[in-house]
């Protein structure tokens, strides 16, 4: 998914005369457009073209090695659309071109009269299909100019696709919370518009209201109130993806409640309730059927990749070949496609996801022949389209996962087109990664090790790495060594000190120290620094000179990310599950499924159970009474578990949590003098730090007392 960014006033001058040009330029633009025409990468939509759709602003640089950039646009015939692109640099004098489905020319800007701008207003596009927007530099193969541009895509794209009558009322989406922070309203309509702060409407009639707490100086508390909503008549049928940021805590900060209604044609709406922790996102949908009927779902917090949830679809996973392009289809009934393919080791592989049609924001995630995640990528540079690049380590059998942004819980569908290539293509995804490993390797000598995790990013911000060893130690800022031998030797922007646009940290453990065990390593984003730029982290771990972990993530102020790995006695390592989690909310770990046959616990009752790889919590249940005040203790008597609680109320309602009695000196946790508000059965959920990404194990014993 592509973060929100601010729109700008659409400019939209007349169409200029279009002039003879040089022979030079001339010739260069129809040999551009010949060639566009018959690439592979523009018959497939591949990564190197971006798709756009009306509202997106993107930027781009042309050189002597980049002379042209290309951009897709899905229209319809009779959409009316308006490029501009825009430069500082005289001397770039940029050229646009618009071609069609069938690589006819359909309208061009070539004058060089205006070298900083470039610009093609109210052009109806003839036909249905996929057009190509070229950006050329003026002076096309030749010369040296170089510089950034911006384009912009406005107009009026037709709604296509199925429709609802709805003749009473629209669609609303109505977002409510308590306090003076800075939550944000996202809908994505079923034909790819979307609705937020930054783009306050869709050509299909979405509009949002206002944007609420903006301005943190002028935050109310008092019921602030987005909305979003499409009018009564012909509204897009099919999904709308509800997005709910917490953009800023302003002065107030931590965990929020809120309330989200979701109503159509006037009806009583359905409520979601739900919390959020600062940087988290919310998800759900609301299906609208051609004949007027809806449902509001709920979804949760965005928590990552959890393959877990694809298990079924990884079993029945379709066999493909190096150099196959296969088309497929994301639907909320069919959130992900599983493909598998063979190789052998030192084979780098392209993937590509690219979406045709509808709203798909489309997903990937790459799986090793032990089915660990190697790697994943939700948007390839500036589009909602995904590709991946990477060298394979060990021969066999690597899975593909298809899927969408919010993946089960997610909104968006449609269809798409897959392409697996060998070698590594225009575009190593993510961008960020091959950027930061640079940086490791040509900025900061590193001691070697037989284990080495590397966490990088570009900004100023303050990451703080940490990793668990598998006795239970910690090694981060605080305690730069542990027993076992793990060092912190680099520790990137610490508490913004000295803060390096190129920070860089690392743990390592020295070469004869390789003890087996589970590994826990935690990347939490500490502070920007003063520096509001987004940051994509980086993240490797090499064990015995091998890379067992490489992947990006784009991560937000104050979110915690944790992956695993284990090193067994002959010394081979493989990768767990990672993902962000917060440790606020229990919802990641799915505990509903479970709760009618959770164990029976009583009042003054003491039991024992475990937590490890294969059961992440345990769910318990007790009667309780209005009024009744309970403490329930958690404490850890076996192996490395860093316990952690969570009581839920039996109309389903997290009410109360606890990681640890006192942070920093005892990890057991408590939850204490809790008043229970209602009568009935009220669940306790025993798990451990991490929830369903957690890596430490252990017994316990957990007792449940009325005071």
Excluded at 306 to 334: D, M, R, Y
């Amino acid at each position: 998914m592509i973060i929100m960014t601010q729109n700008r006033a659409n400019r939209r001058p007349a169409l200029r005369h279009v002039g003879l040009g040089a022979l030079r330029l001339a010739l260069c633009l129809a040999l551009i457009s010949v060639l566009w025409a018959a690439s592979p990468a523009r018959a497939q939509e591949g990564p190197r073209n971006r798709q756009l759709t009306v509202g997106d602003i993107v930027t781009g640089t042309l050189d002597a090695d980049t002379f042209v950039q290309a951009y897709s646009l899905t229209g319809s015939a009779g959409d009316t659309i308006n490029i501009d692109v825009v430069t500082e640099a005289e001397e770039l004098a940029p050229v646009v071109i618009l071609t069609g489905p069938d690589s006819e020319l359909v309208a061009q800007d070539r004058d060089l009269t205006s070298p900083t701008t470039a610009t093609l207003a109210g052009i109806e596009l003839p036909s249905s299909g996929t057009y190509t927007i070229l950006v050329v530099r003026g002076s096309g193969a030749e010369g040296d100019a170089s510089g950034e541009f911006t384009l912009e895509l406005s107009g009026v794209q037709q709604v296509g696709g199925q429709t609802a009558a709805l003749d009473i009322g629209g669609v609303v989406f109505e977002l409510i919370w308590a306090a003076a922070v800075d939550l944000n309203l996202e809908v994505r309509d079923p034909v790819g518009g979307t609705v937020h702060a930054f783009s306050p409407g869709a050509p299909s009639g979405g509009t949002l209201d206002a944007d609420v707490n903006a301005n943190c100086d002028a935050a109310t508390a008092n019921n602030p109130t987005e909305t979003i909503a499409w009018p009564a008549g012909e509204v897009p049928a099919g999904s709308y993806e509800i997005i709910i940021y917490y953009i800023d805590g302003c002065e107030v900060g931590g965990p929020q409640r809120f309330t989200l209604n979701g109503s159509a044609n006037n009806e009583d709406p359905t409520t979601i309730d739900g919390t959020l922790n600062p940087g988290q996102r919310y998800l759900a949908r609301m299906e609208v059927a051609a004949d007027g009927s809806w449902t509001l779902s709920d979804g949760g917090v965005n928590a990552g990749l959890n393959v877990t949830v694809f298990n079924n679809q990884i079993a029945n996973a379709e066999s493909i070949a190096l150099g196959s392009t296969i088309s497929g289809t994301i639907t909320n009934g069919t959130p992900a496609e599983v493909y598998t393919f063979d190789v052998i080791s030192g084979t780098t592989v392209t993937i590509s996801m690219v979406a045709q049609s509808g709203s798909l924001d489309t997903y990937l995630a790459l799986l090793g022949p032990d089915q660990t995640p190697l790697i994943s990528n939700d948007d390839d540079g500036e589009t909602t389209n995904a590709a991946i690049t990477r060298e394979l380590a060990t021969n066999g059998t690597y899975t593909i996962i298809a899927t969408r942004y919010g993946l089960n819980i997610g909104g968006t569908e449609g269809d798409y087109v897959l392409t697996l290539s060998t070698g590594a293509g225009e575009t190593e995804t993510p961008a960020v990664a091959a950027d930061t490993a640079e940086v490791t390797a040509e900025a900061i000598e590193l001691s070697e090790g037989a284990i080495e995790i590397t966490l990088s990013w570009l900004t100023n911000a303050d990451l703080q790495l940490q990793v668990r060893d598998p006795s239970g130690e910690t090694v981060y800022d605080d305690l730069t060594q542990i027993r076992s031998g793990g060092t912190l030797e680099a520790d990137g922007n610490r508490n913004c000190e000295e803060t390096t646009a190129s920070p860089v940290s690392y743990i390592y453990w020295p070469p004869n120290r390789l003890t087996p065990g589970i590994y826990e390593v935690e990347v939490w984003y500490q502070s920007n620094c003063e520096d509001t730029t987004p940051v994509n982290f980086a993240l490797t771990v090499d064990v015995s000179d091998q890379t067992i972990i490489n992947t990006s993530q784009p991560v937000a102020l104050n979110a915690h990310y944790m992956i695993t790995f284990r090193v067994e006695a002959d010394g081979t390592a493989t990768a767990g599950p990672g993902g962000f989690f917060d440790m606020s909310n229990a919802n990641t770990l799915n505990y509903t499924e479970v709760a009618n046959t959770a164990a029976t616990i009583t009042y003054g009752g003491t039991v024992s159970g475990s937590i490890t790889e294969r059961q992440r919590f345990v769910v318990y249940a007790f009667e309780g009474q209005q009024g009744d005040i309970v403490t329930i203790g958690m404490d850890a008597t076996g192996g490395t578990l860093d316990p952690a609680l969570y009581l839920v109320s039996p109309e389903g309602i997290q009410i109360d949590f606890n990681d640890d009695v006192t942070p920093g000196e005892n990890p057991n946790s408590v939850i204490e003098n809790t008043t229970l508000v209602s009568t009935g059965t009220y669940y306790i959920i025993a798990t451990h730090y991490g929830l369903n990404v957690g890596g430490t194990e252990g017994t316990y014993n957990l007792t449940l007392i009325q005071e």
